[in-house]
C-alpha cells in the first residue's frame, strides 16, 4: 500500500503563491504517475497537473503557465509550484499515485489513480 502525505496548503490573496508537497511512503510501484487533482465544493474532482516517471508533464488549461509540477523519484516527492493565484483556484488538493504507468503524456483523468491522499485546502481570496 501507498501512503501520500500532503502540505503546503493555507490562505493566500489573489496574485500570491503556495507551493504543495506530497510525500510517498510504504510500497513502491515501479513507472510511478503522479498527478495534482482539486475539489471545491459542488464541483466534480478535476485534474490540475500530472507528471510521469521520465518528469514529462500536463497541465490543465486554467493553470498552465501558472502552475509548475515536479518530482524527486529519489525522495518519493511531488511538488506543486501555484503562481498568480486565482479565486478559481480555492479547492481541496489532492495528490495521487498510481505504478505501472508508462504514458508518455500522464492522465489528468481521477480513474486513473490508485493511491490518494487526505488532502490539503487552498484558500484564496479577491
Known amino acids: 500500500q501507498v501512503q501520500l502525505m500532503e502540505s503546503g496548503g493555507g490562505s493566500v490573496q489573489a496574485g500570491g503563491s503556495l507551493t504543495l508537497s506530497c510525500t510517498a511512503s510504504?510500497?513502491?510501484?515501479?513507472?510511478?504517475?503522479m498527478a495534482w487533482f482539486r475539489q471545491a465544493p459542488g464541483k466534480e474532482r478535476e485534474g490540475v497537473a500530472a507528471i510521469n516517471r521520465d518528469g514529462n508533464t500536463v497541465y490543465a488549461d486554467s493553470v498552465q503557465g501558472r502552475f509548475t509540477l515536479s518530482r524527486d523519484n529519489a525522495k518519493r516527492t511531488l511538488t506543486l509550484q501555484m503562481n498568480t493565484l486565482k479565486p478559481e483556484d480555492t479547492a481541496m488538493y489532492y495528490c495521487?499515485?498510481?505504478?505501472?504507468?508508462?504514458?508518455?503524456?500522464?492522465?489528468?483523468?481521477?480513474?486513473?489513480?490508485?493511491?490518494w491522499g487526505q488532502g490539503t485546502q487552498v484558500t484564496v481570496s479577491s
Open positions: 510504504g510500497y513502491k510501484p515501479g513507472a510511478v504517475c
Open positions: 495521487a499515485e498510481v505504478g505501472g504507468c508508462y504514458l508518455p503524456n500522464p492522465s489528468l483523468h481521477h480513474s486513473t489513480y490508485v493511491y
